[in-house]
C-alpha cells in the first residue's frame, strides 16, 4: 500500500492552527489570572509585612480601581483602615461590599461582621447593636453575641446583657452563671436608687440561687438588710456567705463584725474569724479580729498584739503600721512625722489589683473599670499577693 503524502500536507496546517489556539487560550487564561492577582496587590501585601501601612492602603487601593469587583480586597482593605482608626472610611467599604449583588452569601455575612466591628471600634453602639443583630444564624453568631454582651455592659443594659448570657450559655459557648449574677446585682442597685427595696431584694435572692458560690450577691442583700434594720438577717447572710465563698471573706470580715456587734454575735463572729485567720492570714480579717476583741473586751493594748502575731507569720509593713500607731515611742515627740511618713508608704500597699491589666485602685471592684473583666479583683490587697 503506497503512503498517501497528501494527508501530512493537510494535516500540518491543521495542527499549526490548533497549535495557535491553543496559545491564545493560554495567553487568555495568563491574562485572567494577572487580573486576578494584580501587581498592586503583592505590593500591598509586601508593605503591609514590612509594617509600612500608609503604603500598603495605596496599593490595595490602586488594586481596587484595577479591579473592583475583587471582594478580597475590600475585606483587606476595610481591615487595614479599622486598624488605623479611619472608621469612617472602612465602613463605606464595607457598606459598599454589601450593595453589591453578586455577592455570596458567606461573603456578605463576612463583610457584615467587619461592618460591626467597624461601628464598636466607632463607638457607635447602637449601629453595632442593629449591625450585630443581624448575624444570628450566622457562622459569627457567637462572635457576633458575645461582642453584644461587651455592647451592653458598656452602656449598662444589664437585661438585655442577661438574654445574651443566657443564649451564650444554652450554645455551650461558656459558664455565664457568675455574670448574670453580677447582672442582677447591678440591677438591684439601680432598684435601690429608685427606692424600689423590695424589688431591689428580690433581684438580690435570684442572683444567689443563679450562682450560690458568688460573694457579691450575698454582701449586697447582706447590706440591704443591715440599711432596713434588720443586723440579725444581715449577719446570717454574712455567714452563709463565709461557707460558700472561703477566698472572699477578706471582704466579708468588716460587715460581719459590725453586724454581728449589732446582733448581739460578736463572740460567735470572733471565733469564726480567728479560724478562719488561722487557715489564710489576712489583713482585713485581722482588722476585724481587733475591733471585734476592742468591743468584747472593751479597749485593751492586747487586742494590738494580734498585728504582732501576724508579723511573726508575713512580713507586712501595714500590719506594722497599725501597731506602731497605738505604741509609745522612745522618742514620743518624733511619732507624729514617722507615723505620717508609715502611713504614707503603706498606701499603695492597700490597694486592690487587677490580675487581668493590673489596674489598681483603693476600693474592691467587682468588674474593674480599666480592662471592664469581672471578678478580676482578688479579695485581698496589694500586698498580700
Not at 3 to 8: E, G, Q, T
Not at 29 to 48: M, S, V
Request: a negative charge.
Amino acid at each position: 500500500m503506497d503512503f498517501d503524502l497528501s494527508w501530512i500536507l493537510l494535516g500540518l496546517p491543521l495542527a499549526f492552527g490548533l497549535g495557535w489556539i491553543a496559545s491564545r487560550l493560554d495567553l487568555r487564561q495568563l491574562r485572567i489570572e494577572n487580573k486576578q492577582a494584580p501587581k498592586a496587590y503583592f505590593k500591598g501585601l509586601n508593605f503591609l509585612l514590612n509594617e509600612q501601612q500608609d503604603q500598603a492602603i495605596d496599593a490595595f487601593i490602586e488594586a481596587v480601581q484595577n479591579d473592583p469587583d475583587t471582594s478580597e480586597l475590600h475585606f483587606a482593605l476595610g481591615n487595614l483602615f479599622r486598624r488605623r482608626g479611619e472608621y469612617e472610611r472602612a465602613v463605606r467599604v464595607h457598606e459598599h461590599l454589601l450593595s453589591r449583588g453578586d455577592l455570596s452569601l458567606s461573603d456578605r455575612q463576612r463583610a457584615q461582621h467587619a461592618l460591626a466591628l467597624d461601628y464598636l471600634k466607632a463607638g457607635l453602639l447602637d449601629r453595632a447593636e442593629d449591625a450585630l443583630l443581624k448575624l444570628e444564624g450566622t457562622p459569627f453568631e457567637a462572635q457576633a453575641r458575645l461582642a453584644l454582651l461587651a455592647n451592653y455592659e458598656r452602656s449598662r443594659d444589664w437585661l438585655h446583657a442577661a438574654q445574651i448570657a443566657e443564649k451564650l450559655e444554652d450554645s455551650n459557648q461558656g459558664s455565664f452563671h457568675g455574670r448574670l449574677a453580677h447582672y442582677l446585682c447591678e440591677q438591684a442597685t439601680s432598684c435601690l436608687v429608685n427606692q424600689e427595696v423590695e424589688q431591689a431584694r428580690a433581684l438580690l435572692q435570684q442572683a444567689i440561687a443563679t450562682a450560690p458560690a458568688a460573694p457579691r450577691p450575698r454582701i449586697d442583700l447582706a447590706r440591704l438588710l443591715g440599711s432596713q434594720g434588720n443586723p440579725e438577717d444581715a449577719y446570717n447572710t454574712l455567714v452563709k456567705s463565709v461557707e460558700s465563698s472561703p477566698p472572699a471573706i477578706p471582704l466579708i470580715a468588716e460587715p460581719l463584725a459590725r453586724f454581728a456587734v449589732g446582733s448581739g454575735h460578736a463572740l460567735e463572729a470572733l471565733d469564726l474569724l480567728k479560724t478562719n485567720y488561722e487557715l489564710s492570714p489576712s489583713l482585713d480579717v485581722l482588722d476585724a479580729i481587733v475591733a471585734l476583741e476592742a468591743t468584747v473586751a472593751g479597749p485593751s493594748p492586747t487586742a494590738r498584739d494580734w498585728y504582732v502575731r501576724h508579723l511573726e507569720r508575713e512580713p507586712s509593713l501595714v500590719a506594722a503600721a497599725k501597731w506602731i500607731a497605738g505604741e509609745k515611742l522612745e522618742h514620743e515627740q518624733f511619732h507624729p512625722q514617722v507615723q505620717r511618713a508609715l502611713d504614707h508608704a503603706v498606701k499603695p500597699l492597700t490597694r486592690y489589683r487587677c490580675a487581668a491589666c493590673g489596674f489598681e485602685a483603693k476600693q474592691h471592684f467587682w468588674q474593674c473599670p480599666g480592662c471592664q473583666a469581672w471578678d478580676s479583683y482578688p479579695a485581698r490587697r496589694v500586698e498580700e499577693l
